[in-house]
């Protein structure tokens, strides 16, 4: 159970957050774990979809392989709750920056609730996995309809596989999944191959079969294969695809951080974007990232901006400092009348 609105707005206005996590997956978790033992104000606002539900199973995580992927989520939101990190609820729609509050503040506004203020703010939105259009594959997704062999390999290891042809990289990921079977079979679909890929694909005993790909076929519940535009089939028992990642970026619009030439946020190594106090981590920043990697980078991420905090923490104590002893100096200074 994650805390209401209404709860979090009362210790919100004691003096607002250090730092609000936007994403509650793992990496904005870690980020949330590690900023709470040192100490800090937190809180993590999620809206509860995570990029491998559809799994069954969370695979390659060290200690953790083949748990299902919200049984990880549910832990890690225990530990949270146990160093009083307020969990909410929520989808945010927009990261608005504080003018004049001395150093960064920003209010992060919920889409259906008020807005939190923070001194620091780390978006771990991940990102949307965008598949081609064919009948009867989105209901697939994470079953044997997949991406990753990291992921998904071992458990159809030495069957027979699919690999969808939609971009040059379908190539190198049927390649690739030679390692986990001898049966590979690249569907060309909308990819042009070239007479040298051919010769590689060939070599590795990977077929090519030519024309578009209809639907996949399901029976008792199972891939058994891909109908071609012309009506013949193809067996298979998972088919894997390169989907088109989008960014969840929406709460980032309006902050103007970098982006590299495919639209992805630039960060420096601990997930520091190059506008002060934002950071952006797991996913969203790093597409390549697993569960183990995105949780990685939010603990690392949350170490920088702690030191961050720390830097301002010392900035702002030294400028009390310096403002109290130039007072009273021009006390002790000042004639007597
Ligand atoms: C089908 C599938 C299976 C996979 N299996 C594995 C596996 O076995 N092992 C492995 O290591 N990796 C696996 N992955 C990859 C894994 O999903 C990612 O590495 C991981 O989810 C990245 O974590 P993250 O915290 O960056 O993002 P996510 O886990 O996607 O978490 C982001 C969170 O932010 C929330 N959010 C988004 N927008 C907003 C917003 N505007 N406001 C508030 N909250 C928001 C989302 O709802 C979500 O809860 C798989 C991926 C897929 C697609």
Redesign the pocket.
Known sequence: MSDTHSDVRVRAAEGGYDVVV???????LSVALVLARACRRVAV????????A??A?????LTRDGVPPGELLAAGRAELRGYGVDLLD????RIVPVPNAGGPAFDVHPADGRALRARRVVV????R?GLPELPGLAER??RDV???PY??GYEVRDRPLGVLGTDPGSVGQALLLRQWSADVVLLAHTLDISADDRARLGARGVRVVGGEVARVAVVDDRLNGVELADGSAVPCEALFLAPHLVA?D??LFGLDCDRDAQGWVVTDRTGRTGVPGVWA????ADPR????T?AGAGSAAAIALNHDLVDEDTERALAAVTADSTSSTAAVAAPAR
């Open positions: 936007v994403g509650g997956g793992a990496a904005g606002v999620d809206a509860g979809q995570p990029r491998n559809p799994a199973h969370l695979r390659g995580f929520g989808l945010v729609d771990a939105t991940g990102l996995d997704w994470g997949l991406h990753c992921c998904h969840r929406a709460p981590v797991g996913n969203l990232a697993q569960v183990i995105a």
